[in-house]
């Protein structure tokens, strides 16, 4: 709370220019202070909309989801307001560092060659990979029969790095735009397997009408060379300012229950951070 005086209180025999100073610092203050807390121009927040249930596009052209509950929350408690603009995943980190926003909120696994270009917040969220295939199919990326085997996977993600790097030499990947087309093309045949974030896979695509003849394959993968420490807020390179402000409000809506309210609204179990 300010301590400068209220005008009402002031004694009449202060010089008035002394008296517009005081109101004039206790403007610049107040707007100071709105700035600190996040206040003023919105913070451009970029969602993909196409990872259900973490980020979608309703019918309306709406973004909605966990990721998207969660920006706003945290804009509630840097007291700003939010704009989220909604972006293609290939153009996710260079429109961020080119300045089209300024945090992107869409599920982006934390790893140390993503650090090179942009920051990133503590994680909120951690997820295993897996596999997913036809029921009654003989395909195991695991097995010794992986060879030839046409995998799915969304273009550009750290599953197609991870794909690339383990097996790129013995399947033939199949690189998407969205999850969605990959999942398509798995129910049509002309995918083996599809591989992607387990959570994703699960809610979107088999717990649906359309997923009820497929299930999950293999070990859960986690392995940190590629899928890091979890999935965290990025930000522009050296924006250290925003960046706390993020953290501290990350601590914020962990400690008063509003990450466990919208966690609980998606998912029936804990998905860390």
């Not at 202060?14 to 996040?38: D, H, I, S, T, V």
């Not at 695991?142 to 030499?169: E, N, P």
Request: with cysteine; glycine share 10%.
């Amino acid at each position: 709370m300010s301590t400068l005086p209220r005008a009402d209180r002031l004694p009449t025999i202060l010089p008035r220019r002394l008296l517009f100073g005081l109101l004039a610092g206790a403007a610049l203050l107040a707007a100071g202070a709105a700035q600190a807390a996040g206040q003023g121009q919105p913070l451009r927040v970029a969602v993909e909309g196409e990872y259900p249930p973490f980020n979608t596009t309703d019918a309306k052209g709406k973004l909605a989801g966990f990721d998207v509950d969660i920006a706003q929350a945290l804009c509630a408690a840097m007291q700003a307001s939010c704009q989220l603009v909604k972006q293609r995943w290939d153009l996710m980190i260079s429109d961020l560092a080119a300045g089209k926003y300024e945090a992107v909120v869409s599920s982006m696994s934390i790893t140390d060659e993503r650090r090179k270009r942009i920051d990133f917040t503590q994680p909120y969220y951690q997820t295993p990979s897996k596999f997913v295939r036809k029921k009654g199919s003989a395909a195991d990326i695991a097995a010794g029969g992986a060879r030839g085997l046409k995998v799915g996977v969304q273009r550009a993600t750290i599953h197609d790095q991870y794909l690339t790097d383990a097996y790129g030499d013995r399947v033939t990947i199949v690189r998407y735009t969205t999850v969605g087309e990959a999942q398509d093309d798995l129910r049509g045949g002309k995918l083996d397997l599809l591989f992607g974030d387990a959570m994703a896979l699960s809610e979107s695509f088999l717990k649906t009408p359309q997923g009820k003849g497929f299930e999950f394959t293999g070990p859960d993968v986690r392995d940190p060379r590629w899928f890091g420490q979890g999935f965290g807020i990025a930000v522009r390179k050296g924006n250290a300012d925003l960046l706390a402000k993020l953290n501290q409000a990350l601590v914020t809506i962990r400690a008063d229950g509003t990450y466990d309210r919208i966690e609980s609204k998606y998912f029936p179990f804990d998905i860390g951070g």
